[in-house]
């Protein structure tokens, strides 16, 4: 099963898709960056068609998407969720099984606590995949390992239908071979 991860963003989107056939493995990882010209409304356009592409070219069996409850700045969280909106309509539109995960899930799941901080999730997606990646692309791919731990946890061979989230309780901790 090859699960993209996804990190919400209107200037900068990561994604990552990982591999679940075995151990997790590192299919493709990158940052999707609209141009800062132009209007609000075609970085939109842009982190959709670009997203669209990355499904294209990925084929990915399911998604995960980080859910964002809050933040500092109320106009960057409309924006956030804006972005975010238009990354979802692009995973629905291809028909991938989508489900959103927390922050607090996806530290639980990668590092262990959901008080984990960035770069500790950062250092153990590294240890999982193998591969250090840019930090947009690192949280995506951990959205990435933490719906695929709820597949295998769960037995199944998709986490979630579409629209649906995953249960916190159902998170398990990997921890890298060797």
């Known amino acids: 099963m090859k699960i993209l991860g996804v990190d919400p963003g209107s200037r900068a989107a990561g994604w990552a898709v990982v591999d679940f056939a075995g151990a997790p493995v590192l299919v493709g990882a990158g940052v999707l960056r609209p141009p800062l010209t132009g209007t609000f409304a075609e970085r939109l356009a842009f982190l959709h068609a670009a997203l669209g592409r990355v499904i294209a070219a990925e084929r990915p069996d ?3 998407v980080e859910r964002v409850f809050s933040g500092v700045n109320p106009q960057s969280l409309i924006s956030l969720g804006e972005a975010r909106g238009v990354l979802l309509l692009a995973l629905a539109q291809a028909g991938i099984p989508t489900a959103e995960v927390t922050p607090a899930e996806i530290k639980r799941a990668v ?3 959901g008080g984990a901080e960035k770069e500790q999730v950062r250092r153990m997606v590294t240890a999982l995949l193998g591969r250090r990646l840019a ?3 690192a949280d995506a791919a951990a959205a990435a390992l933490t719906h695929g731990f709820v597949a295998a946890r769960r037995g199944a061979r998709f986490a979630a239908a579409p629209g649906t989230r995953t249960s916190p309780r159902a998170l398990v ?3 890298p071979a060797g």
């Open 62 to 64: 399911a998604a995960a």
């Open 173 to 175: 901790r990997r921890r």
């Open 111 to 113: 590092a262990g606590s």
């Open 135 to 137: 930090l947009d692309a």
